[in-house]
């Protein structure tokens, strides 16, 4: 890499579903790109990541490091998702151009990959166990091994035992049809309470799912320990969790995965150090990404430098796209080949993508406004989404 590589201009792309896309310039040619998005609220991350690419036009591309910090750092106020964001998605752009300028992917300069292929899992949904049990079967024929739902749609802190039965019979169902050779993960998004989660995860036991995550929202996470108490199901959090400082907090409560996200948890850098200290309490990483292939690309190139990676989240098919899919922003998608519910390493440098910017700057285009549902209780009342 030549040794004073600056950092000569950028751009950003709202491009649907509701992604963020990044690409920065350097004066040597190699561009890198990278995904800095809090869904529902892309026009402030962009507004963000402006802001802090004026410090950084004419700067040395390869001090990744001494940017991050000055990046997380150099404000008297840090922290939070919008600030995070922004530094993960030029975070993910600077490791590419590293990558790239190196020719080399970026998880061999992360100490080289510790495995072959990374097991990934998928998404299903349906309003009956009926639609839940047809989708389930329909992706355990595509290869998908694993794959997550939300038996919980807007319900009460503490459900009432209607809902906690549909949601335990949801469960079972789902487990009945596709046998004990696929793991099911169970997203309740934050909707009960600590007393809730007690008592409605022992119930789930004999399903013996791989894992519930964010039983609780985060800002319970102090509760955590009691939940984990109550239950032998492996607890994972961590989709809203920005840093090493959030997770430490949580490592010690008894969680089982955590789920650090690369475009809100600081990047590359940051979910490397996550995962780093999740080991040192027996914690596996199973990096939260529902979003666009920057995201998942930078996602892989951790999880193929991480001993305690246990599997990743991908976006294909999880319908809210709408007409606009994970693979759609890609030269070549075969990069993203799905097989018997693994995908290999990639082998091209950097992220190992090629963006097709052709189709990134029609989409951006058009833009996007999107904004996650808002839900109101029976009575009228706020509901967690």
Known sequence: MPPTMKIAGFETFLVEPRWLFLRIDTDEGVTGWGEPIVEGRAETVRAAVHTLMERLIGADAGRIEDHWQTMTKGGFYRGGPVLSSAVAGIDQALWDIKGKALGVPVYELLGGPVRDRARVYTWIGGDSAAELVEEGLAKKAAGFTAMKFTPFPATAPVPSPADVKRAVGLVSALREAVGDEVDLAVDFH????????????????????????????????????????????????????????????????????????????????????????????????????????????????VDFATP???IQEQSLGIGYHAGTELLDYLLDPSIFTFADGYVAAPTRPGLGIEVDERAVRQAAERGHSWRNDVWQHPDGSFAEW
Not at 216 to 231: F, I, K, Q, W
Not at 251 to 262: F, K, N, S, W
Request: proline share 10%; charged share 15%.
């Open 308 to 310: 305690n990676f246990l």
């Open 190 to 301: 934050g909707r009960l309470s600590p007393a809730a989660a007690r008592r409605v995860l022992p119930l789930l036991e004999p399903y013996l799912p791989l894992f519930v995550e964010e039983p609780v929202v985060p800002e319970l996470s102090r509760d955590l320990g009691a939940v984990a108490a109550a239950t032998s199901v492996p607890i994972a959090t961590g989709e809203r969790l920005y840093s090493r400082w959030d997770f430490r907090d949580v490592l010690g409560a008894g969680i089982a995965v955590a789920q650090p996200d690369v475009s809100h948890a600081g990047g590359i850098s940051e979910l490397r150090r996550i995962a780093a200290m999740a080991e040192a309490y027996g914690v596996a990483v199973a990096p939260h990404c529902p979003l666009g292939p920057i995201s998942l690309a930078a996602s892989l190139q």
